[in-house]
């Protein structure tokens, strides 16, 4: 039988602090959100290897980013209690708990409503009933809410989100994986104005959102 909070302990001694995770409330809130309520039912025991794991319900292809990645990018937001948080490609809901747990308000956005409801489900039982969970296509975001302050994206991109970095407020900010294979790279968008600045952070990998494929060309 795995012991859970020792699992955890683990996973912010070994995997974060390790890889440059040195945010203190990030590192609580890792340490005492269940990553093991937000897999699905029999791979509890899976749940703090470092390894994407599939979380996907239905058609959906989902992953739960390893732990490494994933809080160097919420450290990258720079999250403080009160403002308002976009998590695209929620899955079950574990980022968009452990941003709830910084203080955060969270919409959580999912394209499919088996997985969305799931997400709530998950974000209910480990008491993070707070999260607003959406159903919809990833690439639109949530409009309705929009002026973010920040926008987390689980998974990597092709290109730039350009829909989604207009809804970021002013001095908001957008992370995610770019690119594919050995190229991917863990960056960083912030807004001024009418203005994106773009900057690159780490070396990273994630599993590909085919809502964020680069689209075909056209071949003469």
Partial sequence: ??????????????????????????????????????????????????????????????????????????????????????????????ASAVLCELGAKVTALESDEVLAAAARQSLEGAGFGSVTVKAGPLEKGSPEEGGYNAILINGAVDERPDTLLQQLADLGRLVCVKGRGRSARAMIYVRSGNAFSERSLFDAAAPSLAAFAAKPGFVF
Avoid at 3 to 13: E, G, H, K, L, W
Avoid at 30 to 48: K, N
Avoid at 57 to 75: C, H, N, S, Y
């Fill in 1 to 94: 039988m795995v012991d859970f909070s020792q699992a955890r302990r683990t996973m912010v001694d070994s995997q974060l602090r390790t890889f440059d995770v040195n945010d203190i409330p990030l590192l609580d809130a890792m340490g005492i959100v269940p990553r093991e309520r937000f897999v699905p039912s029999g791979r509890e025991e899976l749940a703090y290897i470092d390894q994407d794991i599939p979380v996907g319900e239905g058609g959906e292809k989902r992953f739960m980013m390893t732990p490494m990645v994933l809080a160097r990018l919420i450290q990258a937001l720079e999250i403080e209690p009160g403002v308002k948080v976009l998590d695209v490609a929620c899955g079950r809901g574990y």
